[in-house]
């Protein structure tokens, strides 16, 4: 499989790069773009990032791996992460946790059969004053208990 940049979306990275003095300095808005474009972070898609950017794919290998908001693959259509860092575990989100998980039947980085969700425990997403709290997709939902998380779960369609 080959991964290439829509015309639209090489058009946004050249945007994106104008605002930084390097290619290097772009590389998290080309890989932001590129996980939108095609879902996951692929080999394949680290080599095409490479090469639009002029820069080596150990840099943007060694990006991806780093920053959790980049995924190596494919998750599901709603990817729900659980905050268990401190504040966010002195007020339930273990319990949150461990309900999220025994309703989708998903462990830590699991996508279900259907490929409807994907759950993620991650350390800390900054929304410490609102804690606790979780993400689905890009959207961040906080001041939870296990309860409110279940409606936000029966919400998605």
């Given amino acids: 499989m080959s991964f290439k940049f829509t015309e639209e979306n090489i058009t946004r990275i050249a945007q994106a790069r104008k605002k ?8 998290m808005d080309t890989i932001y773009i ?23 794919k150990v840099n943007v290998l060694s990006v991806v791996t780093f920053y959790t908001m980049y995924n190596t693959k494919p998750m599901g259509r709603y990817h ?7 504040s966010c575990m ?3 989100a273990y319990e949150i946790w461990d309900g999220v998980k025994e309703k989708l039947e998903l462990d830590h980085m699991q996508v279900s059969q259907d490929s409807k969700f994907s759950l993620e425990e991650v350390e800390c997403m900054g ?7 979780i993400a689905v997709n890009e959207d961040y939902f906080e001041n939870l208990n296990k309860e409110k998380v ?4 029966d919400s998605l369609k």
């Fill in 127 to 133: 929304a410490c004053g609102y804690a606790p709290m």
């Fill in 20 to 27: 930084y003095p390097t290619a290097l300095a772009a590389v």
């Fill in 90 to 92: 002195l007020r339930g």
């Fill in 80 to 86: 729900i992460q659980v905050c268990t860092n401190v």
């Fill in 34 to 56: 590129a996980q939108e474009q095609n879902g996951y972070i692929s080999n394949e898609v680290m080599e095409e990032i490479a090469i639009v950017l002029g820069i080596d």
């Fill in 150 to 153: 279940f409606e936000i779960l």
